[in-house]
């Protein structure tokens, strides 16, 4: 089993950043794709972030592109998303998720096998 817990969300104005880390612990997790996903209320899960296991490629979710940044500490088990320019439209609570392994970077929700608790995020105008 692997178990995720994020951190790092909370109240910033409209421009500002935040640093979300995901803390895994469990086995093999250098060998998991990484994804960020958030949802806001009343609103599908959507994609945002996703890291692979090996090569450490990324992909991004077109409304975050050139904003928000992910990367991986494989020697903590952590993972980051750095969120720049932060928008109202950003406000959700953001999840960190971890697939099953050795395989092809993921960003579809369904791929990915454990969750974390989740942390909020709001970005006021």
């Known amino acids: 089993q692997v178990q995720l817990v994020e951190s790092g969300g909370g109240l910033v104005q409209a421009g500002g950043s935040l640093r979300l880390s995901c803390a895994a612990s469990g086995p093999t997790f250098s060998t998991r794709n990484i994804g960020w996903f958030r949802q806001a209320p009343g609103k599908e899960r959507d994609f945002v972030a996703a890291?692979?296991?090996?090569?450490?490629?990324?992909s991004y979710g077109d409304s975050v592109k050139g904003r928000f940044t992910i990367s991986k500490d494989n020697a903590k088990a952590m993972v980051f998303l750095q969120m720049n320019s932060l928008q109202p439209e950003d406000t959700a609570v953001y999840y960190c998720?971890?697939?099953?392994?050795?395989?092809?970077?993921?960003?579809?929700?369904?791929?990915?096998?454990?969750w974390g608790q989740g942390t909020q995020v709001t970005v006021s105008s």
């Open positions: 998720a971890a697939d099953r392994g050795l395989q092809p970077i993921k960003t579809r929700d369904v791929e990915y096998d454990y």
């Open positions: 890291i692979h296991w090996s090569n450490a490629d990324t």
